[in-house]
């Protein structure tokens, strides 16, 4: 029978929702929980990691042979000598008894993976912890410069989601999906054309995405989501992805961030701009 996990710590329930231990009432609540913390959607992923490693060394562990000789050993006791145990390898064996040690692997496959299984989740090598501590690091300007990366190389029909001349539905649709009402800036006095808009989805959450283009090709993009208010409201963050210029800030209830090229020396001044208009 499915029990409540209500009152425990947030990592002990989001284990139980990742294994199936949890009610459909509860698993609907920790959904939803998820949706909008950010917390609980780290814990949860650092959780799935963990599983996701411990799966894999339990199928390599099952498919690796046990080695014969601990098998004897195991099976005559201590006080074996190696004269002994020639003679055990050289002697011919009856039939009942050529299922002996397979039954001992197995029961000894058995023992290691229940001996060791909190071991190899809880404690992972160095590579693997690392790998975690990346993964749980990243934040939706990573996952907006993969995008960005991807979709500035894309031809003028395959660019944009829902095109400029969509007009005012794009605001409306946005603004619907996203939780963030905005207004479209008009860049053209900053020699960018309004190609159109996506939505993206971004640790987690929906992000609204305008695309602009400079009379050299170059794409430059607005994108912003929900977020809780910080104490940080107005204050301009610069950061680089190789060849990605990105300049983020948070105001009101949402965060935001100007995507371009790294060669672009004005990006910083277009950011001021857009904050303004959006």
Known sequence: MLQ????????????????????E???????????????????????????????????????????LSLVRRIKQ???????TEHLAISAPRKTKQRLWPRALAASLVLLLVGGSTGFIIG??????????KIAAART????????????ARQTAEHLVEVPASAGGK???????NVGVNFSLPDLSDKGLTFEGARLLVAAGKPVAQLMYKDQDGDVFAICFLKSPPGDT????????????AMISWQKNDASYVVVGPSSDANLHQLATAISAAI
């Not at 409540?4 to 009610?23: C, F, K, M, Q, W």
């Not at 006791?77 to 004269?83: D, E, F, L, Q, T």
Request: no cysteine.
């Open 25 to 67: 009432t509860e698993r609907k609540e920790l959904e939803q929980l998820i949706a909008r913390d950010d917390e609980a959607r780290r814990v949860l992923e650092t959780l799935q990691a963990g599983s996701s490693f411990g799966n894999k060394a339990f199928e390599e562990l099952l498919h690796d042979p046990v080695p």
């Open 4 to 23: 409540s996990t209500r009152g425990l710590p947030l990592d002990v329930r989001l284990s139980a929702y990742i294994d199936g231990e949890v009610n």
């Open 170 to 176: 794009i605001e409306g649709w946005l603004a619907s």
């Open 140 to 151: 939706w300007l990573d996952d907006i410069a993969d995008y960005h990366r991807l979709y």
């Open 233 to 244: 409201d107005g204050k301009m963050t610069e950061s680089m992805r190789d060849d990605i």
């Open 123 to 132: 404690k992972t090598s160095d590579d693997e912890t690392q790998s975690v």
């Open 77 to 83: 006791g201590p006080g074996v000598s190696a004269k």
